[in-house]
């Protein structure tokens, strides 16, 4: 019984994950039409809400492109295996009806975007071409290196909390969010979610200025759509982790967490694209030694009070 209560459950998360992922796109498509004085999707149905069904009907009945010398199993493998990695990663989330109460549940997060580097770069290398190639090695070396101040900050939330359980780190914050206590590496950690992202001003994976699109250029129809989709679904799942770990879950941490969608929204249409070199600067010389010393008295605090 309690097999198929989760299996049910997990299927009701997906659908409410891709249906959360369409209307994050069109979110993003008004917000960018109003940052540059246009109104973004307004035809399809009442002020567009039906335009990211009519977007993904048009995707996945588009034909598909064959580049002559890919590597055919893991150029289709990689999208399908990105999208899932996304949906997996969204098992860790505690919900109010209850999915699946994960004692490490962090430890799993951390594993889920380690492994989304291998299918990033397994779409650039397999599609055989020198820009989908570029991207790809760009893309890789930037999530590695945020990954560590990631992790990083991670551990810090871990050692307050005394648990790698989110359902455990929403309860220490009953009386003070953890916000209060972890200000650096609340700004560490948004910024460096931009970056393990691949979003604005960090998109190098994907820099359509000097790259023709980056690590996905060959894809198109299905294809392209799960990379979209798992892009956008690991943009919401961020958002609304970061309202658990630095402002308690529940419903304002539910709030927040849009509230950050809606930030790393905005940024985009606001900032230039960042150097690549002041990018690998940011992540080892600046971020890396904050997220080390505030680990360091946050173990410090904790050995006091104990």
Do not use: H
Not at 136 to 165: C, K, N, P
């Amino acid at each position: 019984m309690n097999l198929v209560v989760f299996i049910v459950n997990f299927l009701f998360l997906i659908i409410v994950v891709l249906i959360g992922v369409a209307f994050v796109t069109l979110f993003e498509r008004k917000v960018l039409g109003y940052i540059q004085i246009r109104k973004g999707p307004n035809k399809v149905s009442i002020m567009g809400v039906l335009q990211p069904f009519a977007d993904a009907v048009k995707l996945f009945t588009k034909s598909l492109s064959y580049p002559y010398y890919m590597n055919y199993y893991i150029y289709y493998l990689s999208p399908a295996i990105m999208l899932f990695m996304m949906m997996l990663s969204w098992i860790i989330y505690p919900l109010v009806f209850g999915l699946f109460d994960y004692e490490y549940g962090v430890l799993f997060f951390l594993c889920c975007t380690s492994f989304s580097v291998y299918t990033l770069f397994g779409s650039g290398w397999s599609s055989n071409s020198k820009y989908a190639l570029l991207g790809a090695l760009r893309g890789v070396a930037q999530t590695i290196s945020y990954e560590v101040s990631m992790a990083l900050i991670l551990l810090g939330v871990v050692i307050l909390s005394f648990s790698y359980d989110l359902t455990e780190v929403m309860k220490y914050q009953y009386l003070i969010w953890f916000f209060f206590l972890l200000v650096p590496l609340f700004y560490v950690w948004f910024i460096s979610g931009l970056a393990e992202l691949n979003r604005t001003p960090f998109d190098f994976a994907e820099g359509e200025s000097e790259l023709v699109s980056g690590f996905n250029v060959e894809y198109s129809g299905g294809g392209f759509a799960m990379l979209f989709m798992a892009e956008y679904g690991s943009i919401l799942f961020i958002s609304l982790l970061t309202g658990i770990l630095f402002f308690g879950g529940g419903m304002i941490g539910l709030v927040i967490g849009l509230m950050m969608a809606f930030v790393i929204i905005w940024v985009r249409g606001v900032l230039p694209r960042f150097r690549y070199d002041k990018l690998m600067f940011l992540a080892w010389k600046g971020f890396l030694p904050i997220s080390l010393n505030y680990i360091l008295l946050c173990f410090c605090v904790v050995l006091y009070c104990s």
